[in-house]
């Protein structure tokens, strides 16, 4: 998003955050993150609707404590996840496990905990059924239909590796009652970044696997709502309203012809936070290579590993003074450049072939939209610091939310010299 017109930073010279908190730096804007998950709560009409945050997203606790302040529950994909929500209040009934490939020390926690656990294989059935046999729980179907910005978050539909095909589930009854599961829930995800056409047809799709079974208390159908990353060319925003009411029409309708109080449930993540936050970082140099142009940056893919992983776009802001970035037309004519990180890695890219106002060594560049898969997929290859993240509160003070790693930390788990 434009930071200025969002009035994101309060105030605040994001050049100043650096210098206060260190560069890069994750910055996150409270109000932008309350509005969305307002937006989420408000997805639907139905009366007992129920948003399930993927705590995967994000995880930092400050922010967790805020979206669960907002009346979300969480949608969680491990142990570790579920052991940051309950840090950050949310109780194990507020936990949905969808988890993939576990083993069963990983299912029998989920269960012992007292959370529901979705579960998308007949092997895991099986195995779920011989730690926590009379239990109540989920079940995550392919139900055909995947969507999604890249080949490689696309969840559902032939060729991925997630959710029970619907011709097993003559095997799904039958292992049910060899257990004594009782099944209260289906759900499924068809892909990160889907179109709102995508949706309604996993919608559709998802309502009529339900038929298939009729005790049902929950349907849940994911998550993927997709943010607008290329602000600057004009990309507007999902138009959820339209979405959330025509899903609405269908899930009343089903609900109605079903015959049972049903939950319906949605497990949104990128929605939730993407907008809510910039990662700052630093031009250190500026060169050519054959006929190419790079700025070099402390942004590596460490710090923010969507643009090597996904090739995602994220929008790029210039501060060289004051809260306001530069306009992209502002300067000289615009310069194509590619900023690049500081690893040892040619994948190692914020920003391919983009037309900025020439970079300059000291300028602070800020990644927009950042706070989705960002912090939380960062790590520290070459032993740099994963940085800190600071958080804009609706009173405006800049606050920690958490610090900058330690170099003496990172070594501190080693054992054995
Ligand atoms: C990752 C994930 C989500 C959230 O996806 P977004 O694209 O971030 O909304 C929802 N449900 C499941 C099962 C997931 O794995």
Known sequence: MNTHDFNFYHGHDPRELVKTFGSPLYVYNERILRERCAEMVGFSSYPKFVVNYAVK??????????????????????????????????????MLFTLNG???????????IGATISVDSLSQLETLGKVAAGGRIFLRFNSGVGGGHHEKVITGGDGTKFGIM????????????????????????IGSQNPGEAYLAGVRALLELARQFDDLEYIDFGGGFATPYHKQ??????????????????????????????????????????????????????????????AGTDLGFSVFKRPTVYDAHHDIEIYRGGARPLHLTETAPPERINIVGNQCETGDYIARDRDLPPLREGD?????????????????YNHRARPAEVLITIAGDAKLIRRRDTYEEMLENMQGL
Do not use: W
């Open 364 to 380: 602070i560049l800020g990644v927009t939209d950042a706070g989705a898969y960002g912090y939380s997929m960062a790590c520290r």
């Open 233 to 294: 060319s004009g990309e507007k925003p999902l138009d959820l309203r339209a979405i959330g009411a025509a899903a609405d029409e269908l899930f009343f309708d089903f609900a109605k012809s079903y015959g049972k109080e049903l939950t319906y449930v949605i497990e949104p993540g990128r929605y939730v936070v993407a907008e809510s936050a910039v990662l700052l970082g630093t031009v250190h140099s500026i060169k050519n290579c054959g006929s190419q142009k790079y």
């Open 166 to 189: 619907p011709q097993y589930i003559p095997q799904v009854k039958e292992l049910l009652a060899k257990y004594d599961l009782k099944l209260i829930g289906i759900n499924h995800h």
């Open 57 to 94: 997203t994000n995880s930092n606790l400050s922010l967790l404590k805020i979206i669960r302040e907002e009346g979300l529950h969480t949608d969680i994909s491990s142990e570790g996840e579920a052991v940051a929500a309950m840090a950050a209040g949310f109780l194990p009934k507020e």
């Open 102 to 112: 576990v083993g069963a020390a990983e299912l029998e926690f989920a269960a012992k």
